[in-house]
């Protein structure tokens, strides 16, 4: 008596196959699973036992083998239990799997009543089984959305166990389940206009997002930089399907997909006292980091100077590389992570430099400075002020701009930026390196000359100056015009303030 169904095993975002084998034989009652599980695939024991027969089957006193092959793979997770219970009733022969073995994938953790309960990474299981050319998938209801984006296979969704084996008894009678088309068009995002005044801080997030450039505000408390961060998404283009689909797989092995896909870009707002892994990812049950989870969008950094050094440190490669690399026990894995980073800062520990009040030492607000100095300050390009915005000039101010005109005019750069770059490996202004700036920003020569006499003037590194020509470039992408400019390196240079205030001495 013996049976075999296909399942699937989740590795970072990836599906892999797994083959769920039964033996029964007579001997001493017991079930064992081999085929290196994890403890938690070794509890479905348990819980298949349970749900079979509370389901109302019978389970003979036999001797049950469960192996999960291929055997040199670790598996983890709970989406074994369903497959192990319908291999187990096939063995037993209250159904006959053998047809189905090439034709579905099977995946579900089961409750002790038998009752189908949502598992995570259901999505890249079932664009594993679509490129392995499955016809279907069987699986949790709770999973079905985040399932059916995926064309070209059918999706099966059940609640009870006793629904599987009757559907695998008498095939024909259900329909696969479909969603209607991704709709990415669903644009709640907060809107730019809501903020008042702050022009020439909206200005600066224009180019920031048209060129794709890291950014970092500083301000006083209560100067609106979280308000203006959280605006940000809804001011990048729309994601498209490709990138919904690469979002929502992340979300979906993180186990915080609502039913619904991910439609709009991601914004991860961690405290600063998150740990390495909850930002990177990792720990003992894989879970993708903050990193991950704002990949196609933007991670915000609140209050920058307050996480610690190593923890800004570890943000190193997913700024560098758009991915990060995870290292398990036995094998690595690499999560995407390609997201817009945006911190904010108070001007010193107080929060009032500048806006009278502060008590800090000139020593306090310079080691407070120093802290977000260094490798990652190096990976933005933009640094700007947000000031406190005077009362009368929120009440003065009408024909604010909302976040569709403002997008429009990305759009454009953005479009420049893939023509320039279309046999490049890069995407955006921001990715270019020396080679890339020589080539492409070509800087008229009253232009240069203000470059070279404020290099002079404020000591800026050759980092820094590289710097300011990306961005130049960006500003005059958005005017649409192919040399840079006078007026374009001097508003470029005015966004490195914290180049300028240590100079200030400070
Ligand atoms: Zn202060």
Same mark, same amino acid.
């Given at each position: 008596?013996?049976?075999?169904?296909?399942?699937?095993?989740? %590795?970072g975002?990836?599906?892999? !196959?797994?083959? &769920?084998?039964?033996? +029964?034989? =007579?001997?001493?009652?017991?079930?064992?699973? @081999?085929?290196?599980?994890?403890?938690s695939?070794?509890?479905?024991?348990?819980?298949?036992?349970?749900?079979?027969?509370?389901?109302?089957?019978?389970?003979?006193?036999k001797?049950?083998?469960?192996?999960?092959?291929?055997?040199?793979?670790?598996?983890?997770?709970?989406?074994?239990?369903?497959?192990?219970?319908?291999?187990?009733?096939?063995?037993?022969?209250?159904?006959?799997y053998?047809?189905?073995?090439?034709?579905?994938?099977?995946?579900?953790?089961?409750?002790l009543?038998?009752?189908?309960?949502?598992?995570?990474?259901?999505?890249?299981?079932?664009l594993?089984?679509?490129?392995?050319?499955?016809?279907?998938?069987?699986?949790?209801?709770?999973?079905?959305?985040?399932?059916?984006?995926?064309?070209?296979?059918? %999706?099966?969704?059940?609640?009870? !166990?006793?629904? &599987?084996?009757?559907? +695998?008894? =008498?095939?024909?009678?259900?329909?696969p389940? @479909?969603?209607?088309?991704?709709?990415?068009?669903?644009?709640?995002?907060?809107?730019?206009?809501?903020?008042?005044?702050?022009?020439?801080?909206?200005?600066?997030?224009?180019?920031?997002?048209?060129?794709?450039?890291?950014?970092?505000?500083?301000?006083p408390?209560?100067?609106?930089k979280?308000?203006?961060?959280?605006?940000?998404?809804?001011?990048?283009?729309?994601?498209?399907?490709?990138?919904?689909?690469?979002?929502?797989?992340?979300?979906?092995?993180?186990?915080?997909?609502?039913?619904?896909?991910?439609r709009?870009?991601?914004?991860?707002?961690?405290?600063?006292?998150?740990?390495?892994?909850?930002?990177?990812?990792?720990?003992?049950?894989?879970?993708?980091?903050?990193?991950?989870?704002?990949?196609?969008?933007?991670?915000?950094?609140?209050?920058?100077?307050?996480?610690?050094?190593?923890? +800004?440190e570890?943000?190193?490669?997913?700024?560098?590389?758009?991915?990060?690399?995870?290292?398990?026990?036995?094998?690595?894995?690499?999560?995407?992570?390609?997201?817009?980073?945006?911190?904010?800062?108070?001007?010193?520990?107080?929060?009032?430099?500048?806006?009278?009040?502060?008590?800090?030492?000139?020593?306090?607000?310079?080691?407070?400075?120093n802290?977000?100095?260094?490798?990652?300050?190096?990976?933005?390009?933009?640094?700007?002020?947000?000031?406190?915005?005077?009362?009368?000039?929120?009440?003065?101010?009408?024909n604010?701009?909302?976040?569709?005109?403002?997008?429009?005019?990305?759009?454009?750069?953005?479009?420049?930026?893939?023509?320039r770059?279309?046999?490049?490996?890069?995407?955006?202004?921001?990715q270019?390196?020396?080679?890339?700036?020589?080539?492409?920003?070509?800087?008229?020569?009253?232009?240069?000359?203000?470059?070279?006499?404020?290099?002079?003037?404020?000591?800026?590194?050759?980092?820094?100056?590289?710097?300011?020509?990306?961005?130049?470039?960006t500003?005059?992408?958005?005017?649409?015009?192919?040399?840079?400019?006078?007026?374009?390196?001097?508003?470029?240079?005015?966004?490195?303030?914290?180049?300028?205030?240590?100079?200030?001495?400070?």
């Amino acid at each position: 008596m013996y049976s075999k169904v296909s399942c699937a095993n989740v %590795i970072g975002v990836d599906g892999f !196959l797994v083959d &769920v084998e039964v033996d +029964l034989s =007579n001997g001493i009652p017991s079930v064992v699973i @081999v085929g290196l599980a994890e403890t938690s695939v070794k509890e479905a024991r348990e819980r298949v036992i349970s749900a079979i027969r509370n389901s109302g089957f019978n389970l003979p006193s036999k001797k049950i083998r469960i192996n999960l092959a291929p055997a040199d793979m670790r598996k983890e997770g709970s989406l074994f239990d369903l497959p192990i219970a319908i291999g187990i009733l096939s063995a037993l022969g209250y159904i006959d799997y053998t047809e189905f073995y090439k034709k579905y994938v099977i995946i579900g953790e089961l409750s002790l009543d038998g009752k189908l309960r949502k598992v995570k990474g259901a999505l890249s299981v079932c664009l594993m089984a679509k490129e392995l050319n499955y016809e279907g998938i069987i699986l949790p209801f709770a999973n079905r959305q985040e399932a059916s984006i995926v064309d070209g296979i059918k %999706i099966y969704p059940f609640e009870h !166990l006793n629904e &599987v084996v009757e559907f +695998l008894r =008498n095939e024909k009678r259900k329909e696969p389940f @479909v969603i209607d088309s991704i709709e990415n068009s669903a644009q709640d995002e907060l809107d730019i206009s809501d903020i008042r005044g702050q022009w020439a801080v909206k200005r600066a997030i224009e180019i920031a997002v048209a060129g794709r450039h890291n950014l970092l505000m500083l301000g006083p408390p209560g100067s609106g930089k979280t308000m203006i961060a959280k605006r940000i998404p809804g001011l990048l283009p729309p994601l498209t399907k490709e990138e919904a689909l690469e979002t929502t797989k992340i979300y979906s092995i993180a186990g915080l997909l609502n039913g619904d896909i991910i439609r709009k870009r991601p914004f991860r707002n961690p405290h600063h006292s998150i740990s390495d892994i909850g930002l990177i990812g990792g720990g003992t049950n894989f879970q993708p980091g903050e990193v991950s989870l704002a990949h196609n969008g933007v991670l915000f950094l609140d209050e920058l100077p307050e996480f610690s050094r190593r923890t +800004l440190e570890v943000l190193r490669q997913p700024l560098e590389d758009g991915f990060v690399i995870i290292s398990r026990a036995n094998y690595k894995v690499k999560i995407p992570s390609k997201f817009m980073l945006v911190c904010a800062m108070n001007p010193c520990p107080c929060g009032y430099f500048g806006y009278g009040n502060c008590k800090c030492t000139t020593n306090q607000i310079r080691q407070y400075r120093n802290k977000v100095s260094g490798p990652l300050l190096d990976r933005i390009d933009i640094h700007i002020e947000v000031p406190q915005v005077p009362y009368e000039n929120l009440r003065q101010e009408n024909n604010r701009e909302n976040s569709i005109i403002v997008r429009e005019r990305i759009l454009r750069a953005i479009e420049i930026q893939n023509m320039r770059f279309k046999d490049t490996n890069i995407k955006y202004n921001n990715q270019m390196d020396e080679k890339n700036i020589s080539k492409f920003c070509k800087i008229n020569p009253k232009a240069e000359e203000l470059l070279m006499n404020a290099s002079r003037k404020f000591n800026f590194s050759a980092r820094a100056i590289h710097k300011i020509i990306k961005v130049s470039r960006t500003i005059a992408d958005l005017e649409g015009v192919d040399e840079i400019k006078l007026e374009h390196i001097a508003e470029s240079i005015s966004y490195r303030i914290l180049d300028k205030l240590n100079y200030d001495g400070i």
